[in-house]
């Protein structure tokens, strides 16, 4: 009777364990319906969404639907992609309020479905399967598209998730608003070609803004609907040209200046840039110096001498790390590196009492030197100078605040006859003078001396020029709703630079440390036996 009564007992008690743990289980996971939460323990949370997404899904308006045209057969290596991306927008989902609705299509099983992907611009992708001990290619796809209202934007190709949740957050961004913003780049005779020098940072900008080219010559003025003017080179501006962008200013326009002090030519030869807009700087308290800096901290560059091509370090590549990088400032807190070939330094003009908010966003090491004319910039010679003469120098600035026009206090030039530096004649077609704005309301512009690190010809050395670029372009157009995102999983692990000293201090311990901890660790063990010895001796005696 007592065996039975404890295999009762046992037995309830399983019974309620079973039961309670079974009841914590669905508690939990009703719980986890409502309540979303991981543990993300990566550097930068990169696999957690970032504030900024979390705000641009939570304040939706309406329904939000997300549909991902992926083909039902990939490759085994994509097969994780398509969980992954499962994965990133039951996160959205999670934030959304309800607000997000996710899809997964295969365009291939309907042709009607098929004829749509493609108008939306999500095009088959060829992609490598292995069958049968032989390769073959197949087509599929591998996009998604985000429907809101009565407007739609796809993302054609989800190669990686790399930058997949910027992709999604600024698309969600676009699909909301009635009108994109427009970024503007002004077209001078020296300007770097928007669709030739510019073409890649010109395609990375249209994914979320309208970009196009700015003439303001013969008198035009900025088009109101440019939120942000990016003013590369800035060579041989006339007066009524300096009066447009003064303006457009002045209206509270927001400028990102590639200003080159130091003009290169054929051979490795450069010279001075003269009329490079230095008084319209000036008036909002900054200068580009007429130097060019080298820095001990700098990338390789590639040269060709004859049949040889060689690549050596170049100071005149001046890198600057992380740690030359603002933390504060949200274009550059995230930021690894920065390449800026052939770059000025930007000064500070502005006196205190002028109330503006400057940030040197980069800036060199402190053992960086400025070169001026005659300039040599033979790669092949013993880069020297005196250590009094080096210095950190700022490489670029963010102002924000209230300026004063350049022409305050004066009249608006007239307008430009089509020759360079010849004002229109008086008389016949002579214009009414435009009225002159003489101060901006609180406004934001960055200063870099260097047009060239974000052209086609180093951002594929240097991709991390592109997202400051772009990091730069989102603060002033839109503050910093996309900064964080895009940056984030841009990580770079440079090397330490180290001086002279201590290149022969690493050396001689990475030459002497292994003997002498073999040394130590002999010495140790021969003293731990001799003392064992001793404590058995010890005991048998």
């Not at 993300?40 to 970032?50: C, I, M, Q, S, V």
């Not at 457009?248 to 927001?254: C, D, E, Q, S, V």
């Not at 984030?488 to 201090?505: C, D, I, N, Q």
Request: net charge positive.
């Amino acid at each position: 009777m007592l065996r039975l009564r404890r295999r009762w007992q046992y037995g309830t008690n399983s019974l309620v364990t079973v039961l309670l743990v079974t009841a914590l289980l669905v508690l939990v996971n009703v719980l986890a319906a409502h309540r979303f939460a991981r543990l993300d323990l990566t550097e930068g949370r990169e696999f957690t969404l970032a504030p900024a997404s979390r705000k641009v899904v939570g304040n939706l308006d309406d329904l939000l639907t997300v549909t991902v045209y992926f083909s039902e057969k990939l490759p085994p290596y994509l097969v994780n992609l398509r969980a992954a991306v499962r994965d990133l927008l039951d996160e959205y989902r999670a934030f959304s309020k309800g607000k997000l609705q996710v899809k997964f299509i295969d365009p291939a099983r309907d042709p009607e479905t098929e004829k749509l992907v493609r108008q939306l611009g999500i095009q088959q992708v060829q992609m490598n399967v292995i069958e049968k001990d032989e390769q073959q290619i197949i087509n599929g796809y591998l996009g998604i598209a985000l429907y809101f209202e009565d407007r739609k934007e796809a993302i054609p190709v989800v190669a990686n998730l790399r930058n997949l949740e910027y992709d999604l957050t600024a698309a969600m961004l676009k699909v909301q608003r009635r009108e994109v913003r427009t970024v503007g780049f002004l077209s001078t005779k020296s300007a770097h070609a928007l669709f030739e020098d510019y073409a890649a940072s010109r395609r990375a900008l249209a994914k979320q803004y309208r970009v196009t080219p700015v003439d303001v010559a013969d008198g035009k003025e900025v088009p109101k609907e440019v939120t942000v003017l990016v003013l590369p080179g800035l060579a041989g501006l006339t007066p009524r040209e300096k009066f447009a962008i003064d303006q457009y200013i002045m209206r509270g326009g927001r400028t990102l200046w590639l200003v080159d002090s130091v003009k290169l030519e054929e051979g490795l030869r450069a010279s001075l840039v003269t009329n490079v807009a230095e008084d319209l700087l000036r008036a909002y308290g900054l200068r580009v110096g007429k130097q060019l800096i080298l820095d001990r901290s700098n990338a390789p560059a590639t040269f060709n001498s004859g049949i040889v091509r060689f690549s050596l370090p170049y100071p005149f590549w001046v890198k600057v790390a992380k740690a030359n990088l603002s933390t504060s400032h949200p274009i550059t807190n995230r930021l690894e590196s920065l390449v800026l070939p052939w770059a000025s330094p930007v000064e500070v003009l502005a006196p205190p009492e002028a109330n503006l908010k400057v940030t040197e966003l980069a800036r060199t090491t402190p053992y960086a030197w400025a070169a001026g004319p005659p300039f040599n910039l033979n790669p092949q010679q013993r880069f020297q100078v005196k250590p009094e003469e080096r210095r950190a120098f700022p490489l670029a600035v963010a102002v924000t605040g209230r300026f004063s026009s350049l022409f305050k206090g004066k009249e608006a030039p007239p307008r430009d006859t089509g020759k360079e530096g010849e004002a229109q004649a008086e008389g016949v077609g002579a214009e009414v003078a435009p009225k002159v704005i003489e101060e901006s309301p609180e406004t934001s512009l960055l200063v870099l001396g260097d047009s060239d690190f974000i052209t086609d010809r180093y951002l594929g050395a240097f991709p991390h020029n592109l997202l400051f670029f772009q990091n730069a372009v989102d603060w002033l157009a839109q503050g910093e709703e996309l900064i964080g995102i895009r940056s984030r999983g841009a990580t770079e692990r440079p090397l330490v630079s180290l001086s002279e000293t201590g290149k022969t201090t690493a050396r001689w311990l990475a030459t002497l440390a292994m003997p002498i901890l073999v040394v130590g660790f002999g010495l140790a063990r021969f003293g731990l036996r001799r003392r064992l010895r001793r404590a058995l001796a010890d005991l048998r005696g």
